[in-house]
């Protein structure tokens, strides 16, 4: 299985509205990433996560929370987001952080109204 | 940054091979040249990787050059399915992946 998945694919939510994003994987990776990608431009590094323990946060707003439970899942949690917040959110995993072969899921595109 | 530049597009006809460029002038010696791509509402998909060596797998073959500040990405049979945005990435291990703009690559009929 060589599948990482994100839920849900599509999200609309207010200003005022807190949701969360999940992403998993069953191949035994103990690296994941979470990337945010605006329309026509390249996948921006957000969080990475090394065997369950937050090890880069790229200057990411607060409104943006992750969260790793254990070594299969990610979450994004979201409070208070802008409408400049809208983008897809792509989660990915690699066997390590050495090792970057990164497997990407399909990303969540979110909207914020 | 980025520390690559790759032309912002090419096109290919199907079936034959794509040649895909990048420039890498600024690589030190431990890092790794990355290719991934990018289908229109997916996800990056891996391609091939290498350091100073050329390389060969079932998508691709990677062409270093000797002084390694520039590297070549070859889909030898180039069909509709490789339309995507190819990415080339200057990687140290242990780091952190950055893309940049990369190549649209739009295989015609």
């Known amino acids: 299985d060589t599948e990482v998945t994100q839920t849900p694919k599509h999200l609309v939510m207010g200003m005022t509205n807190k949701k969360s994003l999940k992403c998993e994987q069953h191949?035994?990776?103990?690296?994941m990433y979470w990337y945010k990608q605006k329309a026509k431009k390249p996948p921006e590094l957000m969080f990475v996560y090394s065997y369950e323990k937050l090890s880069i946060n790229e200057s990411v707003p607060s409104r943006f929370s992750p969260e790793c439970p254990n070594s299969s899942l990610l979450n994004l949690h979201l409070h208070a987001l802008q409408p400049e917040d809208s983008a897809l959110y792509l989660c990915?995993?690699?066997?390590?952080?050495?090792?970057?072969?990164?497997?990407f899921g399909p990303g969540t595109r979110l909207t914020v109204t | 940054d980025a520390k690559t530049t790759q032309p912002p597009s090419m096109d290919c006809a199907e079936g034959r091979a794509a040649n895909l460029p990048c420039n890498h002038s600024?690589?030190?010696?431990?890092?790794?040249v990355y290719w991934y791509r990018q289908i229109h509402s997916q996800g990056p998909q891996y391609i091939i990787h290498?350091?100073?060596n050329n390389e060969t797998n079932e998508m691709a073959s990677l062409i270093i050059t000797e002084d390694r500040k520039s590297s070549t990405l070859i889909l030898p049979h180039a069909t509709l399915r490789d339309t995507a945005v190819y990415y080339c990435?200057?990687?140290?291990?242990?780091?952190?992946?950055?893309f940049g703009q990369g190549t649209e690559l739009s295989v015609k009929p």
């Open positions: 290498g350091l100073k």
């Open positions: 990435i200057q990687y140290n291990q242990g780091g952190k992946l950055i």
């Open positions: 600024t690589i030190s010696g431990n890092e790794y």
């Open positions: 990915a995993s690699s066997q390590d952080r050495v090792r970057h072969e990164q497997y």
């Open positions: 191949m035994g990776h103990r690296a």
